[in-house]
């Protein structure tokens, strides 16, 4: 042997070692390092299904996709020009994301219990209109996904309840539509008003538009790719009219939401917004009001009042918004605009060791962090529930006008059957979960 020549096994030692080195010290280089600012590796992505593929969804697969942190790998929807739009658009995305010519990773499915039935997602997304929310997330909940569902929560009392012990029982992540709560114009009134700077709240009013009112829409002749029957779902039979099911042509927020038979009109489509940041202020998320009057001689509009003696009121014209009025001043706030009474309120900071409420500044990043961390989001399913609460027992008071006695504990109107009654709805038997 060369006296200079090393053992063959102290040379192979030598490289091992620094071959392993090499290794250690790519293993605790940064994730962004390797991948740049933001990074989220593919196993670390949220698999996630859409449960309903119009015109909000569309908003939401652009918010979802703005987190990099998900993959959208199916869709279902009974219209089927809808679904394969929404899922060419999902491909067209990663295959630009991937510099390819071509992707087809986003399977479709004319039935969302076929999407549910797949172990390989995570989570899924409803956008359904509001009278399918409680059967595809009761289902959702059952098939072990975690629920992101459009506001207002349910159509009914009893459903919206129903999707809340379904969640917990499956121990489900569920984050509401509410996305105002992680919007900082709303956050920084709520804590005003929790923190007493306009002094004790004495009524709140809401602006939102009015009740619905009982399909009366002429026939039409139904869409070849539209399954109706199915859209109908759990609600009663009814002719199809593009109003309430637009097409891809069609530039207008489809009009079911107006018709009893599947949504509650303006009292709950903004309802389920503005009367939320009421409830979120008033620190009434596990609660609600206890009296509600519709218009009479001595209440020009529908009124709410709580135990505590706050009333609120609903007051259909407006610009879809709510104010605060308080002993020692008033906030009024709208989307991207807060108003103060005194003005310097507006730009108040909260102190540290005042009161804060949850803080979100991304709706759909709280609810993936949620996900992984396996708490409670902003919008919980039983926040979303309370508030559609509240937008319910308006609307069963317009219709039997006359006052209602609430118990916000048990969910029950007091000695009032016919009031009742109305906190379900008779469903098509096939959708009864």
């Given amino acids: 042997m060369n006296p200079d020549q090393k053992p063959q096994s102290t040379m192979n030692r ?24 933001g990074y989220t590796a593919p196993s670390d992505l949220i698999t996630l299904g859409f449960i309903g593929t119009g015109k909000q969804a569309g908003g939401l697969q652009g918010s979802f996709f703005d987190t990099n942190e998900v993959k959208i ?164 039979l009814q002719v199809y009219n593009h109003a309430v099911a637009p097409g891809l042509t069609d530039d207008f927020w489809a009009k079911w939401r107006n018709y009893k038979e599947f949504g509650g009109g303006g009292m709950t489509d903004w309802g389920a917004h503005m009367f939320d940041i009421a409830q979120w202020g008033l620190n009434m998320d596990d609660s609600g009001p206890v009296t509600i009057t519709p218009p009479d001689k001595d209440h020009p509009f529908l009124t709410y009042q709580y ?22 001043g008033n906030i009024h706030v709208v989307r991207g605009k807060l108003e103060t009474t005194p003005e310097s309120l507006k730009d108040k900071i909260i102190g540290q060791n005042e009161k804060h409420v949850y803080l979100s500044t991304d709706h759909y990043k709280d609810f993936l962090q949620a996900i992984r961390d396996r708490t409670k989001p902003v919008a919980d399913v039983e926040i979303g529930h309370r508030t559609a609460t509240v937008c319910n027992i308006g609307n069963i008071a317009y219709q039997l006008k006359r006052p209602l006695h609430w118990n916000p504990h048990k969910e029950e109107f007091k000695n009032d059957d016919e009031a009742n009654r109305l906190r379900s709805r008779e469903m098509r038997k096939e959708w009864i979960v």
């Fill in 14 to 37: 030598r490289k091992f070692i620094e071959k392993a080195s090499v290794m250690s010290a790519f293993m605790i280089v940064p994730r962004f390092v390797l991948g740049g600012r």
């Fill in 73 to 236: 790998i199916a869709a279902a929807d009974v219209y089927g020009a809808k679904l394969q739009q929404f899922a060419g658009q999902v491909n067209q995305h990663y295959a630009l994301k991937a510099a390819q010519t071509k992707y087809a990773g986003c399977t479709t499915y004319a039935d969302f219990r076929d999407l549910l039935s797949r172990k390989d997602i995570d989570a899924v997304v409803i956008a359904v209109p509001d009278h399918w929310h409680s059967v595809c997330a009761i289902l959702a909940a059952r098939a072990g996904k975690d629920i992101y569902c459009e506001k207002p929560l349910s159509l009914t009392i009893k459903e919206g309840r129903a999707m809340v012990e379904e969640s917990r029982k499956h121990k489900r992540v569920f984050q509401t539509g509410s996305m105002q709560r992680s919007w900082p114009e709303f956050r920084q009134a709520v804590e005003l008003v929790r923190n007493g700077y306009i002094g004790d709240i004495k009524t709140v009013k809401v602006n939102v538009g009015p009740s619905p009112i009982p399909y009366n829409l002429p026939a039409e002749q139904t869409p070849e790719s539209l399954n109706w029957d199915f859209w109908l779902g759990p609600s009663s």
């Fill in 307 to 328: 135990a505590n003696g706050i009333t609120m009121t609903h007051e259909p014209e407006g610009n879809q918004g709510l104010t605060f009025v308080g002993t020692e």
